[in-house]
C-alpha cells in the first residue's frame, strides 16, 4: 500500500470563563501526540502531518456555561453539549481539505472526544476527560477514524473503533486492531486528504 499523508489543522481553544472549554499545549506536545497516533495507524499506511497549529478564543462560553448547569443529563443534553462545544470552536480558519481538530480543556462527559459531521467536519479532542489520563492519543486516533467514515465495531477493547472504553486505552500498553474493512474504508476517504508530491515540494 502507498503511504497516505494526511494534514491535520489544530485549534487550540482558550477561554478565561471555562475550564473546561480552555486547554493549554504546546505545539511539541502536539507532535508527540500525532506520533503515537501514527504509531497506530501505520497499520493502514496512514500518517497524519501537523500542518497548522493555532489558538484561537472560545465563542459564547456563557451559553456553554449556562446549559452546563441543566440538571437533567439524557441525551438531549448529550447532544446540545456536544453541539455548543463545537459552536465555541467556531472559526473561519477550517480548511475543508484538512483534517481539522478542536484541542479543549475537558470533555462534558465521559468519551474521549467527539466528531461532528457538519458542512465543516470537526474533531473535538480533549486534554483529559472524565474517564481519561491526560493527553489520550487512542481517542484522538478514535475519533480521525470517525472522520474517515469509520462507525464504532463493539469488537472488543483490542480495536481502535470499539465504542466503549477507548478513552482508558494507553497506545503504549496495547497495540490497537483496524479491521480490513475499516482499513479499506478509511483509505479511501483519506485519498480526498492525501498530501500529493507536487505541493511537498
Not at 473503533?161 to 483519506?190: C, F, W, Y
Request: aromatic share 8%; hydrophobic share 40%; charged share 20%.
Amino acid at each position: 500500500m502507498v503511504l497516505l499523508k494526511l494534514p491535520v489543522n489544530v485549534f487550540v481553544l482558550k477561554s478565561d470563563k471555562s475550564h473546561e472549554l480552555d486547554a493549554n499545549i504546546s505545539e511539541q506536545e502536539m507532535r508527540d501526540v500525532l506520533a503515537q497516533v501514527n504509531s497506530i495507524w501505520q497499520q493502514a499506511k496512514i500518517e497524519y502531518i501537523l500542518s497548522g497549529f493555532e489558538a484561537i478564543n472560545a465563542i459564547g462560553a456563557e451559553h456553554f456555561l449556562s446549559y452546563r448547569k441543566t440538571k437533567y443529563k439524557g441525551i438531549s443534553y448529550q447532544k446540545e453539549m456536544s453541539l455548543l462545544t463545537r459552536d465555541s470552536c467556531e472559526t473561519q480558519l477550517y480548511q475543508q481539505s484538512e483534517i481539522n481538530v478542536c484541542v479543549v480543556g475537558q470533555i462534558f462527559n465521559r468519551s474521549g472526544g467527539i466528531f461532528i459531521n457538519f458542512e465543516s467536519p470537526l474533531v473535538i479532542w480533549p486534554l483529559t476527560s472524565k474517564s481519561s489520563q491526560s493527553l489520550n492519543a487512542a481517542s484522538l486516533a478514535h475519533e480521525i477514524g470517525h472522520h474517515l467514515g469509520l462507525s464504532h465495531n463493539y469488537l472488543g477493547a483490542r480495536y481502535l473503533m470499539q465504542g466503549l472504553g477507548i478513552s482508558t486505552v494507553k497506545p503504549e500498553q496495547q497495540h490497537l486492531l483496524l479491521t480490513q474493512k475499516e482499513i479499506d474504508t478509511a483509505r479511501n476517504q483519506a485519498e480526498f486528504y492525501h498530501i500529493r508530491k507536487e505541493y511537498l515540494l
